[in-house]
Nanobody, 122 residues
Framework: QVQPVESGGGLVQSGGSLRLACGASGRTFSNYCMGWFRQAPGKEREFVAAISRSGGRIYYEDSVKGRFTISRDNAKNTVFLQMNSLKPEDTAVYYC???????????????WGQGTQVTVSS
């Protein structure tokens, strides 16, 4: 098992940057595909990015391609989401999640963090 814990959210102006981190307890972190999802008020949770166990395969939702970068450090049990050129529509609670299979849909993920708020002002 892993228990993700997100950090790094906050308030930023449009065009700014934030870096989210997700630390996961447990000795089997490298066995898991890690994903980032987000949920805005009144909307369903949506996929943002995912990274394979070794980091060799990466997936992005179309609206964040070229702006967001997902990476992982298995030695530190941590996955990151670098968010650049942020837009007001990126405002949401961002969740980190772990899955034993590579997936871009929330229902395939077994372990979830509590979420961190990202607010982008216009």
């Amino acid at each position: 098992q892993v228990q993700p814990v997100e950090s790094g959210g906050g308030l930023v102006q449009s065009g700014g940057s934030l870096r989210l981190a997700c630390g996961a307890s447990g000795r089997t972190f490298s066995n898991y595909c890690m994903g980032w999802f987000r949920q805005a008020p009144g909307k369903e949770r949506e996929f943002v990015a995912a990274i394979s166990r070794s980091g060799g395969r990466i997936y992005y939702e179309d609206s964040v391609k070229g702006r967001f970068t997902i990476s992982r450090d298995n030695a530190k049990n941590t996955v990151f989401l670098q968010m650049n050129s942020l837009k007001p529509e990126d405002t949401a609670v961002y969740y980190c999640a772990a899955s034993l299979i590579e997936a871009v849909v929330a229902r395939k993920y077994d372990y979830w963090g509590q979420g961190t708020q990202v607010t982008v002002s216009s």
